[in-house]
């Protein structure tokens, strides 16, 4: 049975780019406008959505 190298398999990069994106970004939301991660997305949220 062959072995699955994470470091190459695509999925598995893809999320970890989006994983360092999202806490850079979640960094900069708590800087700037004292908001967690979950916060942000529940405005973002009600934003879109009303």
Same mark, same amino acid.
């Given at each position: 049975?062959? %072995?699955?190298?994470?470091? =190459?398999?695509?999925?598995?990069?893809?999320?970890? /780019?989006?994983?360092? %994106?999202?806490?850079?970004? =979640?960094?900069?939301?708590?800087?700037?406008?004292? /908001?967690?991660?979950?916060?942000?997305?529940?405005?973002?949220?009600?934003?879109?959505?009303?």
């Amino acid at each position: 049975m062959d %072995v699955l190298e994470l470091e =190459s398999f695509l999925p598995y990069r893809l999320y970890r /780019l989006a994983d360092a %994106v999202s806490r850079e970004f =979640s960094r900069i939301y708590k800087d700037r406008h004292g /908001l967690t991660r979950p916060e942000w997305r529940t405005l973002a949220g009600l934003g879109q959505h009303g």
